[in-house]
Structures are given as C-alpha cells and as structure tokens.
C-alpha cells in the first residue's frame, strides 16, 4: 500500500502510531545523549552516544514520514522541536530520568526488546514506507538487545553493589512496560488493515525474553505492578517530560529557522 | 578511576574486506571478551566497516623488543635473494 492509498481516517490513524514511534524514540535517544561525557568509561560513553544516534535517526524516519501521511507541510524538525508535551505521543518509560548506569541500561533493555519486536513485525507491514523503516532499523535495534542485555547480565550477576542497582531499577520500571502493549482506540483500523501488529497479541514472547535474560542476570521480576495515571499514547506524561522537551527544543525556539 | 583500577586492556584487529587481513586499529578495556568486542565495535566501527573485529587481551601478546631488532630483522637486508623479486605473479592472484 502507498501513502495515496490510504484513506483520510486511516492516515489520521497512522500519524498517531507514527509519532508514537518517532517520539519513543526521539525522547528515548534524548535521554541517552545526556550520558555524553558522564559515561562510566570512555568506551561505555562512546557506546551510550551510539545507541542515542541510532535512536534519533530512526525517529526522523518515522517523524518524516509521519509528516507526510499527516500532509498538512510539517517536517521532522518541526514535529520534533515545535510540539509541546501534550503532543508528545511516546511511551512513558521512555521519559523518565535516566538515573544511573544500571537504570539506563535496564530501561533501554526493555524498550529495545519491545521494539525489535515492534520492527519485526512491521517488516510484514502492509504500508510500503513503513515496511521500508521497520527493515532499516532492526539491524540496529539488535545490536541495542546485544549490547544491554550482555549489560543486564554482568551488572545483575556482578557486584552486590550492582546487583543490588540494577534491581531497583527493574522494581521501579517494571510498572511501566504494560502500557506498551496497549493500543488507542484509533490503532483498531491499522490493525484491521495489516499496517501495524496487534501488540497485545506480543505481550507473552517479550515476557519470555525478558523473563529469561532477567533469570540469567539472578534478578528477579517484581510481583504487583502499581496502577499509573500516565498514558503516554494519549498525551498524558510524567512531568519529567516538560522538562526535558525545553532543553531539547529550547535552540530551535529561540532561533527559528537556525541552520548549522 | 585512577590507573591500577582500569579494566585489562584489549588489542583490536579489523578486517577491512572479507579475505582480507586482519589489522590492529587501536585498544579498548574491558573485563571480558564480550563486552571488548562491543567496545571494539562501538570505537572503531561505528562510522562503518565490514568484514570482522577481532579483540585479543594485550598480555596474552608475546612481543618482540628494541634490543630484538637487529637479530630479527638486519639480516635481510643485503640479500635480494631473500626476497622474492625475480619472480612474475600471475594475474588472477590478488591480495599478495
């Protein structure tokens, strides 16, 4: 299917899920640029401001093409620098401070096994120009799975000290990883007509990979997950993601139209 | 991290073509294999490369010295028979 194709309710539909995509990532590589010069070690750093340029540039590419299906003449740039928090569409484990190493680290772990599965499956998408994207950036997304959950590994099964971390924060980001298998009540169209994957239908085999690299590290999954206000996908964030959106955006506010 | 406390250090060899040799392109640390490896990639091939990386901890590199150079390599050098001049590769022969 191309994008003339579609038919105006379905773009509407899919400019939501493309800045869902395009925001979790933008927001999730924002927060990993802030390790930029903080690394644990030079090598670590270099890997943090990897994955954070991976994260971007496949936010542009959903950004960009989120423009075009929502054809109203915004590009990546300004869906990126010129929406406000309540435009944001990201999931909200995405925004959250990065904390320390070991958070980071967990935090991108579970976010990169949800979206190589997200990626996997769009590869079958019936939308041409996502289909292309999803098969772009799988590539990278494995290497983000390698490269946390050897991490997740050698800090739960480490130190006590770092065991004892990395724990935490799998106790304090757990609770938010269900939100991403909901869908709004908009995606139902994309689902209907193959364009996205029913992610609820994927909550069980993310489970068993996680499941199984927590078990390796001697972490331990926690049991109850308390109820959250926040919905990412609806505009409702945490107040973190103000914040942060100000010092990201605050360069092409104060200088419209800037060029390098 | 004052310097007794950084972690071992690695060797890092890049292919840059299939077939190719293997040539070192610099270090990283690490406290194992795997995560050397990814350091290795994270430092040295992130704006490309293909072909493989190879990591290698340093001390397991047995080295020759300064004091070594002379014996090793003086020799050769006013022998062209040593070398193989006279000699025409054939064509099909790459990577020589």
Redesign the interface.
Known sequence: MKLEELKDSTREALFGYLLFLGDSNLVLGHRLSEWCGHGP????D??LA?LALDCVGQSANFLKLAGEVEGKNRNEDDLAYLRDAVDFRNATIAELPRGDFGYTIMRQFLVSTYLYIVFKNLRESSFDDLKSIAQKSIKEIK?HV??SS??VL?LGDGTEESHERIQKSLNELWRYTDELFTHTATDKTLIEQNIISDMSKYHSEWLEIVSQVIKEATLTIPEEKTYLYHNGREGKHTEYLGHMLAEMQILPRSHPGAVW | MSDNEQLPVWEVFMQQKNGGPHQHVGNVHAADAEIALQNARDVYARRGGNGSIWVVPLETIYASGSDDEAPFFDPSDDKAYRHPNFYRVPKAVKNL
């Open positions: 070690m030079l090598e670590e270099i890997a990897n290497y390698r490269h050897e991490w050698r």
